[in-house]
């Protein structure tokens, strides 16, 4: 079970609140399979309309859906669906798919290094509104690539490093995502602390230009913090509790988030 103790992390994200990587380097063995529910909420306290910050506060709360099946031991298919609620708005958010492949790897004689490689896409699953700051997203398909790697001892301290590129479809500006984890990974327990930080390429400023704004425009940046703490309820069974905090960007709510959820490990036996 320690392969897929990464995946405990809810992967969700709108616009202005994201997840912390949409991969891992964690691989469920072919056969097996994890499904996480979670819940959590933002009580942001400040927005940066464009750099400037201002005292917009919003509380946005989500659940999602997730799921990950192992096609063989180091390929691995992912998805996850997000439900959420800003002020009025209220729905569900973008359906996200994931493939990703460990094309390389190379054991020492207390570690292990690995290369992996993902593609995968969001998109829209529903016509939840956009134009003001409790949107919950874009409306934008996206094309997303990864590469990463993951450095983990035998005693179960890991350290993961990935980043690609965005694509949108849309109106949405590209962006490059850059993430790094680090924690430990054993068969009772999970923890882990990581760096979020995504870039856009061009887009406009909340404020920037007279209204009214195109909001599918704006250009999302942001830095990113938080932590992971997973542990073990019985057999097959665990839970997870989350914090993050965005520290600022652009066109982005920032403060802190909190998330629990629950995790089931099926294994190839039990199918």
Same mark, same amino acid.
């Given at each position: 079970?320690?392969?897929?103790?990464?995946?405990?992390?809810?992967?969700?994200?709108?616009?202005?609140? &994201?997840?912390?990587?949409?991969?891992?380097?964690?691989?469920?063995?072919?056969?097996?399979?994890?499904?996480?529910?979670?819940?959590?909420?933002?009580?942001?306290?400040?927005? $940066?309309?464009?750099?400037?910050?201002?005292? *917009?506060?919003?509380?946005?709360? $989500?659940?999602?859906?997730?799921?990950?099946?192992?096609?063989?031991?180091?390929?691995?298919?992912?998805?996850?669906? %997000? /439900?959420?609620?800003?002020?009025?708005?209220?729905?569900?958010?973008?359906?996200?798919?994931?493939?990703?492949?460990?094309?390389?790897?190379?054991?020492?004689?207390?570690?292990?290094?690995? #290369?992996?490689?993902?593609?995968?896409?969001?998109?829209? *699953?529903?016509?939840?509104?956009?134009?003001?700051?409790?949107?919950?997203?874009?409306?934008?398909?996206?094309?997303?690539? +990864?590469?990463?790697?993951?450095?983990?001892?035998?005693?179960?301290?890991?350290?993961?490093?990935?980043?690609? #590129?965005?694509?949108?479809?849309?109106?949405? %500006?590209?962006?490059?995502?850059?993430?790094?984890?680090?924690?430990?990974?054993?068969?009772? /327990? $999970?923890?882990?602390?990581?760096?979020?930080?995504?870039?856009?390429?061009?887009? *406009?400023?909340?404020?920037?230009?007279?209204? %009214?704004?195109?909001?599918? +425009?704006?250009?999302?940046?942001?830095?990113?913090?938080?932590?992971?703490? &997973?542990?073990?309820?019985?057999?097959?069974?665990?839970?997870?509790?989350?914090?993050?905090?965005?520290?600022?960007?652009?066109?982005?709510?920032?403060?802190?988030?909190?998330?629990?959820?629950?995790?089931?490990?099926?294994?190839?036996?039990?199918?």
């Amino acid at each position: 079970m320690k392969y897929t103790l990464a995946l405990v992390t809810v992967l969700f994200s709108t616009f202005s609140s &994201y997840s912390q990587g949409r991969i891992d380097g964690f691989y469920n063995p072919k056969g097996a399979a994890t499904f996480v529910l979670g819940a959590g909420q933002e009580d942001t306290n400040h927005y $940066y309309a464009g750099t400037t910050k201002t005292d *917009i506060e919003r509380q946005l709360q $989500y659940i999602s859906v997730y799921a990950a099946y192992g096609i063989i031991d180091n390929v691995e298919v992912s998805i996850a669906i %997000p /439900y959420l609620k800003s002020d009025e708005n209220t729905n569900f958010q973008d359906l996200s798919v994931f493939l990703k492949y460990q094309f390389a790897n190379r054991d020492f004689s207390n570690s292990q290094l690995a #290369f992996s490689g993902a593609i995968g896409m969001s998109t829209p *699953i529903s016509e939840y509104a956009i134009g003001g700051l409790n949107d919950i997203g874009q409306q934008a398909t996206i094309i997303e690539t +990864r590469l990463m790697t993951h450095y983990k001892l035998d005693s179960g301290w890991f350290a993961t490093l990935q980043s690609g #590129f965005s694509f949108k479809l849309e109106e949405v %500006p590209n962006s490059i995502p850059v993430v790094f984890k680090a924690g430990k990974a054993l068969s009772k /327990y $999970y923890f882990d602390i990581y760096y979020d930080f995504q870039h856009s390429f061009g887009g *406009i400023d909340y404020l920037g230009t007279p209204p %009214p704004q195109n909001f599918r +425009r704006f250009g999302v940046d942001y830095h990113k913090i938080g932590g992971t703490f &997973y542990f073990v309820l019985f057999k097959d069974f665990g839970a997870y509790v989350s914090g993050s905090y965005v520290l600022g960007g652009r066109n982005v709510f920032a403060g802190p988030g909190y998330g629990v959820g629950l995790v089931y490990s099926l294994r190839k036996q039990d199918l």
